[in-house]
């Protein structure tokens, strides 16, 4: 007998690693599981001490790999093999009417459609080879994505390899990655809880969980660390097949067999060979929307047949063969119990609604927006309307229309005030503006509030242990009105404060002291000068190096610095003459806040972009704004934010602003996409 033979142990960890596969077959694509979830575990467990004691026997295809515990330092770019194209997309019923008459036409035929539902996740690309999943990538630019085939290893319903015999050699499948209704409930309640462990006041956590399940998903996905990812629970569907060997001759036979393979198939699917069936099921789809335990906002259309697909082809950004019929934001009716005046930091005054609760897109909702006095007396707004509120992009709820038929006989107009109703301050409204302002900018508690919030924000001093339900109940305990009062708290005086912790109190006075180190530009920026945003703050910073040299700046010394006009130069002008701000400043500056900038951030980079002036609009797929603004000026150019005679070049994201693309045009400047501005100056 051997006693070096481990043959035994190698053939457990492949049985196990069938075992366990097979039982996540049933649980996450049958709904039928054969054991409980403790027999799982114990099977799981066993897998990962063999592949501890022998890692040279670890399978590519082990499912310890949906655990994850993998580092990612960098998620490397890769080019697609096929571009990963967007859809056209339609609200309009009439518009699917004319895609069919379109494709009919194109093809001299009435043609198949295959309806499915439209996922709303993160677009992703998965390559088999041999059965065997080797890479998984984002869409990003839908020339090239970020390789995130570590993480998505983690998701349980994804297979890591596929059996059966009629498998072609490479596979490219592609599909949608989200997160659970549930999923998602879960990580806010575990992300409370760690908040409230860190000391993080139980008022200011709501502000700090995650909002929706898409953009959770997007982040999710780019988490460095797996085992994190594994433990967020996404999950997936696979819609389409995107290489071309091996395919059977229609979509939908194509969609059976990846279901046959293991792949997660989207519910719902339909063939309809005219238009009323199409919008039929669309009906039928959003009938289920509420019900879903994941989140869809439309319904996919696709030509059934892969050769008709080539015969109609593709437009430059996406394919004639297919379009997503998107559905209207989910509306219900309610009861308008009362309108809310609120001041924000700025002084304008917003009517906000107070509803009788009611369900909408799986929350209930007791607020929306309704704009400003305008918007009122165009919908003829009373306390007691029935009113139909909807959650714009499905976040945030507002009122879109108002049944007069059912108002109460007794409602009376509502007026909007002449006075704050706040500090009773006047009221005032601006030519050509709808909003109307609280005068006092001094005193007025909300403004002071907001721009304390302002002050401490990610974008400014990012004192994140200071929130607003907690700088609120400063201002009504410790009397903290100004922001340079922050400085003065001491631990003490917080401690004997209802709700605070020793911890608590000692990551609000680390916050305060690291903020001192926060630069300049951000400091401007976060003084709350009225039409003084990030870039603008960045502009003047390093215009006059220091808050001093802007002090004793005059009108024309303002409108002398690019893209600062009349507006912001009266603006600036009246922020300095104030006694409140002069002494705020004084008081600021002795706290050990930057009010200058390090000589070294003033250095002009040189690069291919030296001496050139970019407006950077749009959203990236690679990078964030401030992460591409951060690229450009690091090339040697200087950001702009508006489009003028003396811009360079326009580098243009997904929805650029139409006027901007428009002038930019006009004045012959060059426009070039992520790809190109990519190839150009970063290859």
């Given at each position: 007998?051997?006693?070096?033979?481990?043959?035994?142990?190698?053939?457990?960890?492949?049985?196990?690693?069938?075992?366990?596969?097979?039982?996540?077959?049933?649980?996450?694509?049958?709904?039928?599981?054969?054991?409980?979830?403790?027999?799982?575990?114990?099977?799981?467990?066993?897998?990962?001490?063999?592949?501890?004691?022998?890692?040279?026997?670890?399978?590519?295809?082990?499912?310890?790999?949906?655990?994850?515990?993998?580092?990612?330092?960098?998620?490397?770019?890769?080019?697609?093999?096929?571009?990963?194209?967007?859809?056209?997309?339609?609200?309009?019923?009439?518009?699917?009417?004319?895609?069919?008459?379109?494709?009919?036409?194109?093809?001299?035929?009435?043609?198949?459609?295959?309806?499915?539902?439209?996922?709303?996740?993160?677009?992703?690309?998965?390559?088999?080879?041999?059965?065997?999943?080797?890479?998984?990538?984002?869409?990003?630019?839908?020339?090239?994505?970020?390789?995130?085939?570590?993480?998505?290893?983690?998701?349980?319903?994804?297979?890591?390899?596929?059996?059966?015999?009629?498998?072609?050699?490479?596979?490219?499948?592609?599909?949608?990655?989200?997160?659970?209704?549930?999923?998602?409930?879960?990580?806010?309640?575990?992300?409370?809880?760690?908040?409230?462990?860190?000391?993080?006041?139980?008022?200011?956590?709501?502000?700090?969980?995650?909002?929706?399940?898409?953009?959770?998903?997007?982040?999710?996905?780019?988490?460095?660390?797996?085992?994190?990812?594994?433990?967020?629970?996404?999950?997936?569907?696979?819609?389409?097949?995107?290489?071309?060997?091996?395919?059977?001759?229609?979509?939908?036979?194509?969609?059976?067999?990846?279901?046959?393979?293991?792949?997660?198939?989207?519910?719902?699917?339909?063939?309809?060979?005219?238009?009323?069936?199409?919008?039929?099921?669309?009906?039928?789809?959003?009938?289920?929307?509420?019900?879903?335990?994941?989140?869809?906002?439309?319904?996919?259309?696709?030509?059934?047949?892969?050769?008709?697909?080539?015969?109609?082809?593709?437009?430059?950004?996406?394919?004639?063969?297919?379009?997503?019929?998107?559905?209207?934001?989910?509306?219900?009716?309610?009861?308008?119990?009362?309108?809310?005046?609120?001041?924000?930091?700025?002084?304008?005054?917003?009517?906000?609604?107070?509803?009788?609760?009611?369900?909408?897109?799986?929350?209930?909702?007791?607020?929306?927006?309704?704009?400003?006095?305008?918007?009122?007396?165009?919908?003829?707004?009373?306390?007691?309307?029935?009113?139909?509120?909807?959650?714009?992009?499905?976040?945030?709820?507002?009122?879109?229309?108002?049944?007069?038929?059912?108002?109460?006989?007794?409602?009376?107009?509502?007026?909007?005030?002449?006075?704050?109703?706040?500090?009773?301050?006047?009221?005032?409204?601006?030519?050509?503006?709808?909003?109307?302002?609280?005068?006092?900018?001094?005193?007025?508690?909300?403004?002071?509030?907001?721009?304390?919030?302002?002050?401490?924000?990610?974008?400014?001093?990012?004192?994140?242990?200071?929130?607003?339900?907690?700088?609120?109940?400063?201002?009504?305990?410790?009397?903290?009105?100004?922001?340079?009062?922050?400085?003065?708290?001491?631990?003490?005086?917080?401690?004997?404060?209802?709700?605070?912790?020793?911890?608590?109190?000692?990551?609000?006075?680390?916050?305060?002291?690291?903020?001192?180190?926060?630069?300049?530009?951000?400091?401007?920026?976060?003084?709350?000068?009225?039409?003084?945003?990030?870039?603008?703050?960045?502009?003047?910073?390093?215009?006059?190096?220091?808050?001093?040299?802007?002090?004793?700046?005059?009108?024309?010394?303002?409108?002398?610095?690019?893209?600062?006009?009349?507006?912001?130069?009266?603006?600036?002008?009246?922020?300095?003459?104030?006694?409140?701000?002069?002494?705020?400043?004084?008081?600021?500056?002795?706290?050990?806040?930057?009010?200058?900038?390090?000589?070294?951030?003033?250095?002009?980079?040189?690069?291919?972009?030296?001496?050139?002036?970019?407006?950077?609009?749009?959203?990236?797929?690679?990078?964030?704004?401030?992460?591409?603004?951060?690229?450009?000026?690091?090339?040697?150019?200087?950001?702009?934010?508006?489009?003028?005679?003396?811009?360079?070049?326009?580098?243009?994201?997904?929805?650029?602003?139409?006027?901007?693309?428009?002038?930019?045009?006009?004045?012959?400047?060059?426009?070039?996409?992520e790809q190109e501005f990519i190839q150009q100056f970063l290859s």
């Amino acid at each position: 007998m051997n006693l070096f033979d481990f043959s035994a142990e190698r053939e457990e960890m492949n049985r196990l690693c069938e075992e366990i596969e097979a039982h996540n077959r049933r649980y996450y694509l049958e709904d039928a599981p054969l054991i409980s979830d403790r027999e799982f575990d114990a099977l799981l467990n066993r897998l990962l001490e063999l592949e501890r004691l022998y890692p040279e026997w670890k399978r590519a295809d082990s499912p310890s790999q949906r655990v994850g515990g993998g580092l990612t330092e960098r998620f490397q770019t890769v080019p697609h093999k096929r571009p990963m194209l967007s859809l056209d997309n339609t609200y309009d019923e009439a518009d699917l009417s004319a895609f069919f008459s379109r494709t009919e036409k194109a093809l001299g035929l009435i043609p198949e459609l295959v309806c499915e539902p439209k996922i709303d996740g993160v677009a992703i690309s998965l390559t088999y080879q041999n059965g065997l999943l080797v890479q998984a990538l984002t869409r990003g630019n839908g020339t090239e994505g970020d390789d995130v085939t570590l993480n998505v290893k983690t998701i349980r319903s994804i297979p890591l390899r596929l059996l059966a015999s009629d498998i072609p050699e490479e596979l490219e499948v592609r599909g949608e990655i989200y997160l659970p209704k549930g999923a998602f409930e879960r990580l806010n309640r575990t992300l409370e809880q760690q908040l409230l462990e860190k000391g993080i006041p139980p008022q200011d956590i709501q502000e700090q969980l995650y909002k929706n399940p898409r953009n959770t998903a997007s982040g999710t996905l780019k988490l460095q660390d797996s085992a994190e990812v594994a433990r967020r629970g996404l999950d997936a569907f696979v819609y389409f097949w995107a290489s071309d060997n091996g395919r059977s001759p229609s979509h939908s036979e194509n969609l059976n067999r990846l279901g046959s393979w293991g792949f997660p198939i989207p519910p719902f699917i339909k063939i309809a060979i005219c238009l009323e069936d199409v919008i039929s099921h669309a009906h039928t789809i959003e009938s289920q929307r509420s019900k879903l335990p994941f989140d869809i906002d439309g319904m996919v259309l696709k030509v059934n047949g892969l050769s008709q697909q080539d015969e109609l082809g593709f437009t430059a950004k996406s394919p004639r063969w297919a379009i997503a019929y998107k559905f209207e934001a989910e509306q219900a009716f309610t009861r308008l119990l009362s309108i809310e005046l609120q001041v924000g930091r700025t002084g304008a005054v917003t009517p906000v609604a107070n509803l009788a609760p009611v369900l909408l897109a799986g929350t209930t909702v007791k607020r929306a927006s309704i704009h400003n006095a305008d918007f009122i007396r165009e919908l003829d707004l009373r306390p007691g309307d029935l009113v139909r509120v909807e959650k714009g992009g499905d976040i945030i709820p507002k009122i879109t229309a108002n049944d007069l038929s059912q108002r109460p006989t007794n409602s009376q107009p509502f007026h909007f005030p002449e006075t704050c109703p706040e500090c009773h301050s006047e009221l005032r409204q601006n030519p050509g503006e709808a909003i109307r302002y609280c005068s006092n900018q001094s005193s007025c508690p909300p403004q002071l509030l907001g721009k304390l919030c302002h002050f401490v924000g990610r974008k400014a001093m990012d004192i994140q242990a200071l929130g607003e339900k907690t700088l609120d109940l400063f201002m009504k305990e410790l009397g903290v009105c100004q922001i340079s009062d922050l400085y003065q708290l001491q631990p003490n005086v917080i401690l004997a404060l209802e709700g605070f912790q020793e911890k608590s109190v000692s990551n609000i006075i680390q916050g305060l002291e690291q903020s001192k180190q926060v630069p300049f530009d951000r400091v401007l920026f976060a003084l709350g000068i009225r039409h003084v945003g990030e870039t603008v703050a960045k502009t003047l910073a390093r215009h006059f190096g220091s808050i001093d040299n802007m002090a004793q700046a005059s009108e024309q010394d303002f409108i002398e610095v690019e893209e600062i006009g009349a507006v912001i130069a009266q603006s600036l002008l009246a922020f300095f003459a104030d006694p409140v701000q002069q002494q705020e400043l004084i008081k600021l500056k002795e706290a050990g806040l930057q009010f200058s900038l390090d000589p070294s951030s003033m250095k002009v980079h040189q690069g291919p972009l030296s001496g050139m002036q970019v407006v950077v609009s749009g959203s990236f797929s690679r990078w964030s704004r401030d992460e591409i603004t951060r690229i450009v000026e690091e090339l040697g150019a200087k950001s702009t934010g508006s489009v003028s005679s003396k811009t360079n070049l326009v580098l243009a994201g997904e929805a650029m602003g139409p006027a901007k693309r428009a002038k930019a045009e006009a004045l012959g400047i060059p426009i070039l996409s992520e790809q190109e501005f990519i190839q150009q100056f970063l290859s």
